[in-house]
């Protein structure tokens, strides 16, 4: 069953739904997102019914903003709970610190980040808020100097979303130590026994040590044979802390040169937002990760990646670093985008007066050839952007 919520919904998971005739929720924001009345609409009181009379029913929705139509209509339930333990990284750092028990982490107010003095913090540290998205928010915090900046922006006016606070609330943060390694997202989900199920690993590149950017995400056999084991057994321990069955999940890890896996946090029934990390897969790969949860299947890595073993796939997050305001952008050039890429696969346009972001594009790339991911992760696009007349 499929719940689905603003900002976007891709015609990719739209498709997928489709043509496997799934029950799609018909709230309001699911008919005013999807022109279709072929879909397998299910009335909002059937869905809650089901939910209510068999928790073995599976549940994915492609946006965060939906977590508040289960709080309304299911939210004395089970999984009401797990949602709001998972949602608020203060209450998931409570449930996984006997896991972790000597990770430091402590709670703040906004109002409170001006006043407070280096002997209360440890540095380095990440600062971010304890119910996020999108990396808004977030900063790393090596030392006074970093702490001054980060502290200029942590301003109430500087932190308004297109995003509801049940998505996004920065009344309250976390800071947390800095963990160090390299970062991965994980697509997965939880099934009948409340095992993982690993649906695909990538690795979140940073330009810096001090990088918070959400630009490319990189996937391949060889980093999911990597880590497939370590992190199924990782991610199954976390998941029984919360009897997690049925349940689509996208983590986001540290992992040392040690491979001491360390979470950063996991985001509830869904896989990476914006339909990106698992449309990836699909649009490159034809491997359908929507598909392969709602059939409680694993996937058959030696066959998805079939005369592709040395390839990269990868998720461009084309957010606006360019310094330029949406209003004062004419229009962004794809087509000269789509050029510096050796196999771009899908380049997906998005109004940026609209959304946070240009669009995603979607890219196979030889592994000899990873220059052209390292030119993206540093560019500021300007490049690509047309300013209105005089603006620039």
Request: hydrophobic share 40%; charged share 30%.
């Given at each position: 069953?499929?719940?689905?919520?603003?900002?976007?919904?891709?015609?990719?998971?739209?498709?997928?739904?489709?043509?496997?005739?799934?029950?799609?929720?018909?709230?309001?924001?699911?008919?005013?997102?999807v022109k279709d009345d072929s879909l397998a609409w299910i009335a909002e009181e059937e869905a809650i019914s089901?939910?209510?009379?068999?928790?073995?029913?599976?549940?994915?929705?492609?946006?965060?903003?939906?977590?508040?139509?289960?709080?309304?209509?299911?939210?004395?339930?089970?999984?009401?709970?797990?949602?709001?333990?998972?949602?608020?990284?203060?209450?998931?750092?409570?449930?996984?610190?006997?896991?972790?028990?000597?990770?430091?982490?402590?709670?703040?107010?906004?109002?409170?980040?001006?006043?407070?003095?280096?002997?209360?913090?440890?540095?380095?540290?990440?600062?971010?808020?304890?119910?996020?998205?999108?990396?808004?928010g977030v900063h790393i915090v090596e030392n006074e100097k970093d702490w001054i900046k980060a502290k200029s922006?942590?301003?109430?006016?500087?932190?308004?979303?297109?995003?509801?606070?049940?998505?996004?609330?920065?009344?309250?943060?976390?800071?947390?130590?800095?963990?160090?390694?390299?970062?991965?997202?994980?697509d997965y989900y939880y099934d009948n026994n409340g095992d993982a199920v690993l649906l695909n690993v990538l690795?979140?590149?940073?330009?810096?040590?001090?990088?918070?950017?959400?630009?490319?995400?990189?996937?391949?056999?060889?980093?999911?044979?990597?880590?497939?084991?370590?992190?199924?057994?990782?991610?199954?321990?976390?998941?029984?802390?919360?009897?997690?069955?049925?349940?689509?999940?996208?983590?986001?890890?540290?992992?040392?040169?040690?491979?001491?896996?360390?979470?950063?946090?996991?985001?509830?029934?869904?896989?990476?937002?914006?339909?990106?990390?698992?449309?990836?897969?699909?649009?490159?790969?034809?491997?359908?990760?929507?598909?392969?949860?709602?059939?409680?299947?694993?996937?058959?890595?030696?066959?998805?990646?079939?005369?592709?073993?040395?390839?990269?796939?990868?998720?461009?997050?084309?957010?606006?670093?360019?310094?330029?305001?949406?209003?004062?952008?004419?229009?962004?050039?794809?087509?000269?985008?789509?050029?510096?890429?050796?196999?771009?696969?899908?380049?997906?346009?998005?109004?940026?007066?609209?959304?946070?972001?240009?669009?995603?594009?979607?890219?196979?790339?030889?592994?000899?050839?990873?220059?052209?991911?390292?030119?993206?992760?540093?560019?500021?696009?300007?490049?690509?952007?047309?300013?209105?007349?005089?603006?620039?």
């Amino acid at each position: 069953m499929f719940l689905i919520d603003k900002p976007f919904v891709s015609d990719f998971l739209i498709e997928t739904i489709k043509e496997n005739n799934y029950k799609i929720i018909a709230t309001k924001a699911a008919k005013e997102l999807v022109k279709d009345d072929s879909l397998a609409w299910i009335a909002e009181e059937e869905a809650i019914s089901l939910l209510k009379n068999n928790p073995q029913v599976s549940l994915y929705s492609n946006s965060e903003n939906a977590l508040s139509w289960i709080d309304q209509n299911y939210g004395e339930s089970e999984l009401s709970s797990q949602l709001q333990v998972l949602k608020n990284k203060v209450k998931f750092r409570e449930l996984i610190k006997e896991l972790f028990p000597d990770f430091y982490f402590k709670q703040i107010r906004i109002e409170e980040i001006q006043r407070l003095s280096n002997n209360e913090i440890r540095f380095p540290f990440v600062i971010k808020p304890a119910v996020g998205f999108f990396s808004i928010g977030v900063h790393i915090v090596e030392n006074e100097k970093d702490w001054i900046k980060a502290k200029s922006e942590l301003q109430p006016d500087k932190l308004k979303s297109i995003f509801p606070e049940n998505v996004l609330n920065t009344s309250n943060f976390i800071i947390e130590e800095f963990i160090r390694g390299e970062e991965y997202a994980i697509d997965y989900y939880y099934d009948n026994n409340g095992d993982a199920v690993l649906l695909n690993v990538l690795h979140h590149l940073f330009s810096s040590g001090t990088d918070t950017s959400d630009r490319v995400y990189s996937t391949s056999k060889a980093i999911i044979e990597k880590y497939k084991i370590d992190l199924e057994y990782f991610l199954s321990k976390i998941g029984k802390e919360l009897h997690l069955k049925n349940f689509p999940a996208h983590a986001e890890v540290r992992i040392d040169e040690n491979g001491k896996i360390i979470p950063i946090e996991v985001n509830p029934l869904r896989f990476g937002g914006f339909c990106t990390t698992a449309d990836l897969m699909g649009v490159t790969l034809g491997f359908n990760e929507y598909k392969c949860f709602c059939e409680n299947k694993k996937p058959d890595w030696d066959t998805i990646f079939k005369g592709k073993e040395n390839k990269i796939f990868s998720v461009i997050i084309l957010d606006n670093n360019s310094g330029i305001i949406p209003s004062d952008i004419l229009r962004f050039n794809y087509s000269d985008l789509a050029k510096d890429f050796e196999k771009p696969i899908l380049i997906r346009e998005l109004d940026i007066n609209k959304y946070p972001v240009f669009g995603f594009a979607f890219i196979e790339t030889a592994a000899s050839n990873t220059k052209e991911l390292t030119d993206i992760l540093t560019s500021d696009l300007r490049k690509y952007i047309v300013p209105k007349q005089g603006k620039v």
